[in-house]
C-alpha cells in the first residue's frame, strides 16, 4: 500500500498498486509525483521505485531513458506548473541528498565565479577607461565585447551540466560528480551556440523595448535543459522551449522571480546559506522542467 501527495499537496492513501497505476495511465500522476510505500519513512518520486519503472518507460526505451515525444506532439500538449509544489519538491530532492547536491552545486558555482573573477580582471583596465577616465576607444570596445562572448559560454556549459545532474537525480538514476560537468560533452557545441544567439538577440530586445528583452530570456530559459537531456540542437530547443513556456509565461515568470529571491535569501544569509538555496532552486526549476516537457498533455 502506498501514500500520495496529490497535484493539491494534499496526502491520499493508502492507495494500491492497481489503483495506483490506474491514476498514473488517467494522467492524474506522473514521475515526480512523491508517494511513499508503507515501509518508507520519507516520500520520494514515484519513478524511483522499481516496481513503477515500467509504466514510465516506453516499450522501446532503455531505463533511464527520459519519454521523448516529437516536438510538435509536445508543443501541441499543456501543462499545469505548481510553483509551490516544485519548490518542495526541491527541497525534498536536496534534503534526501544533502551533502552530495550541496557539495557538487557549491564545486560548480565555485569554479564560474573564479572565471568570472578572471573575465573581470581581463576587463577592467577597459572599463576604468570608458567609465573612469571617460576614454571611449576601439580597443576598450573590443576587449569587453571579447571577454563577455568569451565568458557566456562557459556559464551556459557548466549551468547545463549541473542541470543533468539534478535531472537525473529527480529521475531516480544515479548521478555523479562527472554528470555537473557532462555539459563539456556530446552537446557542447549546441550549447556554446545557444549562449551567443541567446545573448545577442535577447540584448537586441533590450535595447529596441525592454519587454521584448525580458520575454525572451523567460521563454528561452529551457532550451539549456533541452539540448542536454534530448540533444537537440539549439535553435529547435528555443523555438520549443518558447512555444511551451509562452502558454503559461506569466506562471514561468513568476517562478522565476521566486527562484532569484530563494538565492537572494541563501545571500542574505551570510552567504553561506546560498549553498543550500541554490541546489534547492536548481532542484524546483528541473521539476518544473519535467512538468513542462515530460509527456504531451491535452487540455
Not at 581581463?122 to 576598450?140: C, D, E, L, W
Not at 562527472?178 to 544567439?197: C, K, N, R, W
Not at 535553435?235 to 502558454?247: G, N, Q, V
Amino acid at each position: 500500500m502506498y501514500t500520495i501527495i496529490g497535484g493539491d499537496g494534499k496526502e491520499y492513501g493508502p492507495v494500491s498498486d492497481e489503483e495506483l497505476r490506474k491514476w498514473i495511465a488517467e494522467g492524474r500522476l506522473n514521475a515526480q509525483s512523491l508517494a511513499k510505500a508503507e515501509s518508507d519513512a520519507e516520500f520520494r518520486p514515484l519513478a524511483t521505485f522499481p516496481e513503477f519503472a515500467d509504466v514510465f518507460l516506453p516499450p522501446s526505451a532503455a531505463p533511464g531513458t527520459p519519454p521523448v515525444f516529437s516536438n510538435a506532439s509536445l508543443a501541441e500538449g499543456d501543462y499545469e506548473l505548481d510553483i509551490g509544489n516544485c519548490l518542495s519538491r526541491g527541497w525534498e530532492l536536496v534534503k534526501a541528498n544533502f551533502w552530495p547536491t550541496v557539495g557538487i552545486t557549491a564545486l560548480v558555482m565555485i569554479i564560474i565565479g573564479v572565471i568570472n573573477q578572471l573575465v573581470g580582471l581581463v576587463m577592467r583596465p577597459a572599463m576604468n577607461s570608458m567609465i573612469v577616465q571617460h576614454q571611449v576607444t576601439a580597443g576598450a570596445i573590443f576587449v569587453v565585447v571579447l571577454a563577455s562572448v568569451a565568458s557566456a559560454p562557459i556559464y551556459t556549459i557548466f549551468t547545463a551540466g549541473l542541470m543533468k545532474y539534478f535531472l537525473k537525480l529527480i529521475r531516480g538514476e544515479e548521478a555523479q560528480i562527472g554528470d555537473a560537468f557532462s555539459g563539456f560533452g556530446p552537446s557542447i557545441g549546441q550549447l556554446v551556440l545557444l549562449s551567443l544567439v541567446q545573448m545577442v538577440l535577447v540584448l537586441l530586445g533590450c535595447v529596441l523595448c525592454l519587454i521584448p528583452g525580458i520575454y525572451l530570456s523567460v521563454a528561452w530559459y529551457f532550451a539549456m535543459p533541452l539540448i542536454i537531456d534530448r540533444r537537440m540542437n539549439f535553435w529547435d530547443a528555443m523555438e520549443l522551449s518558447r512555444k511551451m513556456i509562452t502558454k503559461h509565461w506569466f506562471i514561468v515568470f513568476a517562478f522565476l522571480v521566486v527562484y532569484g529571491l530563494l538565492v537572494i535569501a541563501g545571500v542574505i544569509a551570510c552567504c553561506v546559506g546560498i549553498f543550500v538555496t541554490m541546489p534547492i532552486g536548481f532542484a524546483a526549476l528541473m521539476y518544473a522542467y519535467e512538468t513542462i516537457f515530460s509527456r504531451p498533455q491535452s487540455r
